[in-house]
């Protein structure tokens, strides 16, 4: 399976005109943002369990990080409630739930291989912060104001995903739980819509991309 996998082009997905698509495991469905690969891929989504969904005991070889968007997810390492940003490295086994229902955005098999740094982080102060940094990616949340505009230097590619308000980049609006992908050196300026914008932003990460061509392109 290929979605949005030329990752020489600028992507911005609409997640309300986006469908949800069922997974294997009864009550979670997922809107699909990128993704290669079948079951086990590299990919990009936002997932929502059914209240007392889960799934079955699994290892991410190739890491996990996600970012709780509503409810409660659950799994042997915590309970992590709206606004936490999780990140379980290569060779980490988690067994995820939800009995209450939640939803999240989740990137699975985009680590550094030798990564082990599993870590948890509450964002729901709405403050403006670095969430995790290597010399190989920078993940942050923010907080824009009212009307502010943001240069976005994605010079080693760059993901911004809307939490809550609005905003536009390159004449498009972006609304809550979009997702917009910038190419390895994209320079772009975005505007804070007028109640202003809280984002999700990873930058650097797809510099190792820059040589992927898909099959047929």
């Known amino acids: 399976m290929m979605i949005n996998a030329d990752f020489s082009q600028r992507v911005l997905v609409h997640a309300a005109d986006t469908e949800w698509i069922p997974s294997p495991m009864p009550g979670v469905d997922r809107k699909m943002l990128d993704r290669i690969g079948e079951e086990v891929a590299r990919a990009t989504s936002i997932v929502r369990y059914a209240p007392g969904s889960a799934f079955s005991p699994h290892t991410h070889d190739g890491g996990e990080e996600f970012l709780v968007l509503e ?9 992590f409630p709206a606004g936490t940003y999780v990140r379980n490295p290569p060779t980490t086994r988690h ?10 955005l989740v990137k699975l098999h985009q680590f550094d291989p ?9 964002t729901s102060d709405g403050a403006s912060r670095d969430l995790y940094r290597d010399a190989r990616e920078t993940v942050r949340v923010e907080t824009w104001a009212p009307g502010q505009a943001v240069a976005l230097d994605a010079s080693g590619g760059m993901e911004v995903f809307v939490i ?34 809280r984002v999700w932003i990873k ?10 061509s898909p099959p047929g392109s």
Not at 165 to 187: F, H
């Open 71 to 79: 409810g409660t997810f659950v799994d042997e390492y915590g309970s």
């Open 95 to 104: 067994t995820p739930s939800a009995p209450g229902g939640a939803t999240i």
């Open 114 to 122: 030798a990564d082990r740094t599993q870590m948890s982080v509450d």
């Open 164 to 197: 809550s308000g609005a905003a536009t980049e390159a004449g498009e609006t972006m609304a809550r739980w979009d997702w917009l992908r910038l190419p390895v050196g994209t320079r772009s300026l975005a505007t804070a819509g007028p109640d202003g914008t």
């Open 203 to 212: 930058s650097g990460h797809l510099a190792d991309m820059v040589a992927f």
